[in-house]
């Protein structure tokens, strides 16, 4: 497996700002994803970050709302812009390692709310 | 299109009792399954996956699960349970033909183990 972690881990923002969320693992993994869990539903996949390469963004996700970098191979962010109330969710981050056979591991998580 | 039903929102149990928490799927290609646990202001803990092989796959903290592919599911199971198993559960899928790498959620389910 890998040890994640996010920053922060949750934020109370206001409308109309953007918010950086930064996702580190400790280990070079060639995969990182970015997923979104509204309250009281479950995990949609927002995009997915590859180093070297522009993410790939999922149906109904574009990138000026959520600009993704992806540095190298340990690190990625995943930003929020011109939030609004419905953008209040849990973003989690996940990985999938060479070693992994297929399994992808979470980060803890971002909390935010935006009012 | 891929899916992932749970039909069931919360599963109520008495600590000691055998649980089931069901979950079905639907994919083009052949299914990678995966459980994941999720306690209160945490990320996603992964349980348990089945990508080929033995159709009964056992995990951490002493759940399996398995995989049927004629009926399409893939049911989490432990024989006695704990109280502090109480928490959410979600399954995921990939499908394999696929070469996004994506899971696809169920909505979850609840799982309360009373004393």
């Known amino acids: 497996s890998a040890v994640i972690s996010q920053k922060p881990s949750r934020d109370i923002c206001q409308r109309g700002t953007s918010l950086t969320i930064q996702c580190q693992v400790d280990s070079q993994v060639t995969m990182m994803f970015w997923y979104r869990q509204q309250p009281g539903q479950s995990l949609t996949l927002i995009a997915t970050a590859n180093q070297g390469s522009e993410a790939t963004y999922e149906s109904g996700f574009v990138i000026d709302k959520f600009p993704i970098s992806r540095p190298n191979l340990t690190f990625s962010t995943l930003t929020v812009s011109n939030m609004s109330p419905e953008d209040s969710s849990i973003y989690l981050c996940?990985?999938?390692?060479?070693?992994?056979?297929?399994?992808?591991?979470f980060g803890p998580g971002t909390r935010l709310l935006v009012l | 299109a891929q899916s992932v039903a749970q039909p069931e929102d919360q599963v109520n149990v008495a600590e000691g009792n055998p649980l089931t928490v069901k979950c079905t799927y639907s994919?083009?290609?052949?299914?990678?399954l995966f459980w994941y646990v999720q306690y209160p202001n945490r990320g996603l803990q992964f349980l348990l996956k089945?990508?080929?092989?033995?159709?009964l796959v056992k995990g951490s903290y002493g759940f399996e699960a398995e995989f049927n592919k004629s009926q399409t599911s893939f049911h989490l199971k432990k024989p006695s349970a704990l109280v502090s198993d109480s928490a959410l559960y979600f399954c995921a899928v990939r499908d394999t033909m696929d070469s996004s790498y994506k899971l696809i959620f169920g909505s979850g389910t609840r799982l309360l183990v009373r004393p």
């Open positions: 994919v083009s290609g052949n299914p990678y």
């Open positions: 089945y990508i080929t092989g033995d159709n």
């Open positions: 996940s990985v999938m390692t060479s070693g992994s056979r297929e399994t992808q591991y």
